[in-house]
């Protein structure tokens, strides 16, 4: 395991210093699912919840989330993103082996920088699906939100990583 760049020789926190990195293209992929009942999700398809268009809303709230993570994660460098799209698929039963119906969430992320983009693509998710969840909860408060999860980087010194 590699160590802890954002804590200093006494271990205290600090802001990684990437000041001398070269500028590379970077590149993640993040996602997510929001589970819910069969007839949460068929009024979600059917544009009949009552706050609005969940696809619609989700999708600009990821995109826009993306944008302020340095705002939300203490210790991340704000990024000048050079790309931001959040994808939103309604997952059917039948459709997953565990059963679950809900959204799947995507976030694909890009910069040139100095450093990664993993932390947007992951906060893009997270509030796609907390999105999701508030503007149906009132007709379903037992959604699950999960799964969040890193599926690719690329670029910088550690190159491409995929999860397998």
């Not at 160590?3 to 990437?18: C, I, P």
């Not at 600009?60 to 050079?82: D, V, W, Y």
């Not at 059963?99 to 799947?104: C, D, F, I, S, T």
């Amino acid at each position: 395991m590699n160590e802890l760049t954002h804590l200093d020789s006494a271990g205290h926190a600090r802001m990684v210093d990437v000041g001398a990195k070269d500028d590379t293209v970077r590149s993640a992929i993040a996602e997510g699912f929001v589970a819910m009942a069969p007839e949460t999700l068929s009024m979600i398809v059917d544009g009949a919840a009552p706050k609005g268009d969940v696809f619609a809303t989700a999708r600009i709230a990821g995109i826009q989330a993306s944008k302020r993570c340095a705002e939300l994660i203490p210790l991340c460098h704000p990024l000048a993103i050079t790309k931001s799209a959040v994808e939103l698929k309604p997952v059917f039963a039948g459709e997953r082996s565990d059963g679950a119906v809900g959204v799947y969430v995507r976030a694909m992320l890009g910069v040139t920088g100095k450093t990664g983009i993993e932390m947007e693509a992951l906060t893009a998710v997270s509030v796609a699906c907390l999105t999701i969840y508030d503007m149906c909860k009132a007709v379903d408060r037992g959604m699950e939100l999960g799964e969040i999860r890193l599926v690719r980087k690329e670029g910088g010194k550690t190159g491409l990583w995929e999860r397998r």
